[in-house]
């Protein structure tokens, strides 16, 4: 089975650190893991009352098997990094299969399917969701249930401070990931969240009490918002492959046809307008990195006045391009981003639009996936948002994330949806909905000097579904940024109360 599945930059890196850290940690993971036993005994009873006995699981993230093996299935497959804790696990399970490999490379006997695929407390440790998310769908069938365990953002402070006092062993670059922004990503992959369950007010086995509080306490209406995990299971949507599945927990019910997600269809055409601007240094690495996402497919570089050579380049990368993409350079009159946006989509022949920073701080082999939910018409406006995995230590300073994470939490009141970055420059929509934003530009004005809010809130004013794409926001490897931090941050607070006026405060 092709897995489809490519591997992202800073991806192996990823795991080859979670590994060492895994392997030099041992014994300090291992003394953590038994000072919270009644913490993962207790999320491991609450996944195994939503798992029918004689079940085909497979178990990411399995670590010594412990979960898989309490779940009695027919068939049990464990994965994991680690190949000291797959080593354990077929020692104390020989009946089960492990594998010591990331599940990306994973390839099941004779086109395997699952019943259960299991996620417990992994996903915030995955460096690219997406990926994850379409491998798995290649181990489903249409009554496939996906199994998420996820501890809550609301205990984080508390769990920080706990690796601070070393009661619990720290594990590195989490993502704390809420419950919409695992729904959208979830939709963004063909899954529906058909169950959500907070659980455990009470990590800590106190007798008596602890069992009372945690099944009879947590789970009422407003003490569920409390809980340390969240349990979420989801169905895979729009499959197509069709197999037989044999595992007795169907034929208890009647035989069941299992599919496999179909590869996305590349066509149609794009336009990538990349904004330049003192970006000498990145020109050359930028273009080479840019994937083949359609049959026709444009790069329109628009240079802004820069300070150093960043015209030379471009003219020399243009003359001495030979790919499959056109490139063509064009020089702004204006100023801003804005107007770099708006002068290179007035040129663009594609069916497509994106925006693609020249600072390659967004990795351009991520471009796709924006293209693909285009064109598959799950979003008519992918939106990148920079705040969702970790991202490298000089990427963004701190109080520029706290701005950033503030306007996302203002724009989403205002515009009525999600919006989790509002200032990051991966942007993709289709040409006809650029020029109905344009056509009612008038309705805002030009007041905004970044282009980023003219389209989003064109977007909202046209009732267009955005979805936020999760990016790895990287640091800078030539030049400085062009953003002034207070100057533009008192511009982007009037753009807040200019649209509480325009859009929600009718």
């Known amino acids: 089975m092709n897995s489809g599945v490519s591997v992202l930059p800073g ?55 412990l979960l898989l093996g309490t779940l009695a299935p027919q068939t049990g497959v464990g994965i994991d990094l680690n190949p000291d804790l797959i080593e354990q696990a077929a020692r104390f399970y020989p009946r089960l299969k492990f594998h010591a490999c990331p599940i990306e490379t994973y390839e099941p006997d004779h086109d395997e399917t699952f019943d259960y695929i299991i996620l417990s407390g992994v996903i915030q440790q995955v460096y690219d969701i997406h990926n994850l ?14 199994i998420i365990c996820t501890y809550s953002r609301v205990w984080q402070p508390l769990i920080r401070l706990a690796e601070l006092l070393a009661i619990k062993c720290p594990v590195p670059e989490e993502s704390w990931i809420p419950p919409n922004e695992l729904e959208n990503l979830l939709y963004q992959d063909d899954f529906q969240i058909i169950r959500r369950q907070p659980s455990i007010f009470l990590p800590v086995g106190v007798p008596l009490v602890g069992n009372l509080i945690n099944r009879w306490f947590a789970p009422l209406p407003l003490v569920r918002h409390g809980c340390l995990v969240n349990i979420y299971v989801a169905r895979p949507l729009n499959i197509t492959r069709v197999a037989e599945s044999t595992s007795p927990a169907d034929v208890a019910t009647h035989s069941l046809k299992t599919w496999d997600a179909a590869p996305t269809q590349r066509g149609s055409s794009i336009s990538i307008v990349v904004p330049l601007r003192n970006e000498a240094g990145n020109i050359g690495p930028l273009l080479a990195r840019i994937p083949k996402m359609a049959d026709r497919q444009e790069v329109i570089l628009v240079e802004g006045h820069s300070t150093d050579n960043t015209w030379d380049v471009a003219n020399q990368a243009v003359a001495e391009y030979r790919g499959d993409m056109t490139l063509s350079l064009h020089r702004q009159t204006g100023k801003g981003k804005r107007d770099a946006v708006r002068l290179g989509f007035s040129v663009a022949t594609g069916d497509i639009l994106a925006i693609l920073d020249g600072d390659i701080s967004v990795p351009p082999e991520e471009l796709p996936r924006f293209f693909d939910l285009i064109q598959s018409g799950k979003a008519e406006f992918a939106n990148g948002s920079r705040l969702v995995y970790p991202m490298e230590s000089e990427a963004m300073q701190f109080l520029n994330m706290l701005a950033n994470k503030g306007f996302g939490h203002a724009f989403s009141f205002l515009l009525g949806q999600s919006i989790r970055d509002t200032l990051c420059g991966t942007k993709v929509l289709r040409r006809t909905e650029y020029e109905r934003i344009a056509a009612n530009r008038a309705y805002f004005g030009d007041f905004d000097p970044f282009g980023d809010f003219d389209l989003l809130f064109g977007a909202a004013r046209l009732n267009l579904k955005i979805i936020d794409v999760p990016v790895h926001y990287k640091q800078r490897v030539y030049g400085s940024t062009n953003i002034s931090r207070f100057r533009h941050g008192l511009m982007l607070i009037r753009m807040c109360f200019f649209a509480a006026r325009k859009i929600c405060f009718l």
């Open 11 to 65: 991806e192996e890196a990823h795991r080859r650190r979670l590994l060492d850290f895994e392997q030099i940690n041992a014994k300090r993971l291992a003394g953590s893991r038994h000072r919270h036993i009644y913490l993962h005994r207790y999320v491991n009873r609450l996944i195994g009352q939503m798992v029918l006995p004689r079940s085909k699981i497979l178990d990411i993230g399995c670590g010594d098997g």
């Open 133 to 146: 998310l379409v491998k798995i769908r290649q181990l489903c069938h249409t009554r496939t249930r996906l």
